[in-house]
Every structure is written in structure tokens, then in C-alpha cells.
């Protein structure tokens, strides 16, 4: 077969296609299946001064803590004992349904970290993230509210939260 000459502007493209594909192909989620797909980033997510709109996922609900930094802070990071206040929305993973959301009582919400205060998810999802910062939690059941479920979540319901760290005391 004859070669056949590429120009500098073809190998640049075949070149950056190439990559995109690379990139492409070390995403993924920590499901342990590998079959979940990303959720989309929530409209508004490099704003943490306004209420995040969290999209619909797609694909199956992930069977572990699944967490995505949106926006990273500064400062020091958050850890087990310090007491964190975070505005947030919460959403079902199952219809993207919100349950709950601090920004709509208009007063962010306080608790000690890692004291078993919150959801499992919350302790371990809000570790090391800074000030100023905004992430995105899919919370299985297991970390979740479990069989029982709570309220106006159902029983082994994958959650969402878009959290925002407002503080860290």
C-alpha cells in the first residue's frame, strides 16, 4: 500500500483527536461497575453564590460514594472534627426529583464532620473539600437513609447533593 502524505493541519487534528479519545477513556465513575455514567455538571456549578440546578442523571445509579469536585476552594481543607456550614441541594438520583434544599430556607446548615450527625455520605463526601468550594455527592442507599428511607425519600434511594462549603470552623 502507497504511503500517503498528511499535511501539518491533518496530523494536528489526527493528533488531537488521539487525545480526546485518551482523556475520554480514563473518565469514569467509582461505581465499581464502571457502567454509571456522569452526571451532567448542575447549570450554574462555578457560582456558589446561587442555588445549583442538578440535571437528571443517566445510566445506572452507582453503588458507591461518587464524589466530583465542581468548584475547589481555598484554604485549608475540611476534616473529621471540624464543625462545616454548607448550603446544598438534594435531588433523587432515580427522576432528579429535588427533596430538600437549604438555599430555599435561605440559611446554610451546620454540623460537626465525621460525628455521625449527618448521612454516612455527608461525613465521608464532605472530607477535604475548602471554603468557597462546591461538589457534587452521589450517595447510595448504604450511605444514604438506607431500606427505611426518610420522609420524601423513598427506601433505597442513590441521592445527589450539590454541596457547598461555606465555611469550615
Not at 488521539?18 to 467509582?30: K, N, P, R, T
Not at 443517566?58 to 460514594?65: S, Y
Not at 438520583?93 to 429535588?98: A, P
Not at 446554610?108 to 450527625?117: I, R, Y
Request: proline residues 12%; glycine residues 16%; aromatic residues 6%.
Amino acid at each position: 500500500m502507497p504511503h500517503v502524505p498528511t499535511s501539518p493541519a491533518r496530523r494536528l487534528a489526527a493528533g488531537l483527536a488521539a487525545l480526546v479519545l485518551l482523556v475520554a477513556a480514563g473518565c469514569g465513575s467509582d461505581d465499581g461497575g464502571g457502567k454509571a455514567k456522569a452526571t451532567p455538571t448542575p447549570a450554574g456549578a462555578t457560582d456558589t453564590a446561587k442555588k445549583p440546578d442538578v440535571p437528571k442523571p443517566t445510566g445506572p445509579a452507582p453503588r458507591r460514594l461518587v464524589t466530583k469536585d465542581l468548584v475547589v476552594g481555598k484554604g485549608p481543607a475540611a476534616k473529621a472534627g471540624d464543625t462545616v456550614t454548607v448550603q446544598y441541594v438534594g435531588v433523587l438520583y432515580k427522576d432528579g426529583k429535588q427533596f430538600d434544599a437549604s438555599w430555599d430556607r435561605g440559611e446554610p446548615f451546620s454540623f460537626p464532620l465525621g460525628a455521625g450527625q449527618v448521612i454516612p455520605g455527608w461525613d465521608t463526601g464532605v472530607v477535604g473539600m475548602k471554603a468557597g468550594g462546591r461538589r457534587e455527592l452521589i450517595i447510595p442507599p448504604k450511605d444514604g437513609y438506607g431500606p427505611q428511607g426518610s420522609g420524601p425519600i423513598p427506601p433505597n434511594a442513590t441521592l445527589i447533593f450539590v454541596v457547598d462549603l461555606v465555611s469550615i470552623g
